[in-house]
């Protein structure tokens, strides 16, 4: 029932930035985390960043300090800023929305197709 319209991926070279949003659509439930995984070629799907309706947020250690995620309740639109990209952010973006932070982080939700990042070094 939830739609996950996402954009912004693309390439980069090292050291640069890029924005990607994702836009919720749908069957969608007050107190919604919201946020973004990634999948690299011989890597597991990993968490990158999530954040609550309320604000509440949570980085990857790999990513702390270089990328921001930010929230439009009312556009139920979700944002990650990525600075000072490396090769190996290299991976596909993947949306994703779930009822809580706690099943945001198990799994448990709505994905989107995702979005291809490379980054060149």
């Known amino acids: 029932q939830v739609q996950l319209v996402e954009s912004g991926g693309g390439l980069v070279q090292a050291g640069g930035s890029l924005r990607l949003s994702c836009a919720a659509s749908g069957s969608i439930f007050s107190g919604n985390a919201m946020g973004w995984y990634r999948q690299a070629p011989g890597k597991q799907r990993e968490l990158v960043a999530v954040?609550?309706?309320?604000?509440?947020?949570n980085y990857a250690d790999s990513v702390k300090g270089r990328f921001t995620i930010s929230r439009d309740n009312a556009k139920n639109t979700v944002y990650l800023q990525m600075n000072s990209l490396k090769p190996e952010d290299t991976a596909v973006y993947i949306c994703?929305?779930?009822?809580?932070?706690?099943?945001?982080?198990?799994?448990?939700?709505?994905w989107g197709q995702g979005t291809q990042v490379t980054v060149s070094s």
């Open positions: 954040i609550t309706s309320g604000g509440s947020t």
């Open positions: 994703a929305l779930a009822g809580s932070d706690y099943d945001f982080k198990r799994g448990f939700g709505s």
